[in-house]
């Protein structure tokens, strides 16, 4: 059963930076595409940034510059760093196993202005 689990939300002030986390369990980390997408209120979820296995990444137009994602296959885990975060960033953060398509359940991002 492969397990999602995400962290390293919380509140920061516009401008600031935040580091999430997306430790999985499992052994089919290292072949699997991943991704973080987020969801704000009233909003559908949207991709925010994917990484393949052979650490190829895209984002979204309105991260690009700002938002790096990478992955740690020694420790299953893959990262979202956030820079430069701004009130639209608010959201709640999700990762996902493309491959399997399978869901963590998520992190509070709120960026005051």
């Known amino acids: 059963q492969v397990q999602l689990v995400e962290s390293g939300g919380g509140l920061v002030q516009a401008g600031g930076s935040l580091r999430l986390s997306c430790a999985a369990s499992g052994s089919i980390f290292s072949i699997s595409n991943m991704g973080w997408y987020r969801q704000a209120p009233g909003k559908q979820r949207e991709l925010v940034a994917t990484?393949?296995?052979?650490?190829?990444?895209d984002y979204t137009d309105s991260v690009k510059g700002r938002f790096t994602i990478s992955r740690d296959n020694a420790k299953n885990t893959v990262y979202l760093q956030m820079n430069s975060l701004k009130p639209e960033d608010t959201a709640v953060y999700y990762c996902k196993n493309e491959l399997l398509s399978r869901w963590g359940q998520g992190t509070q991002v709120t960026v005051s202005s």
């Open positions: 990484i393949t296995t052979g650490g190829r990444t």
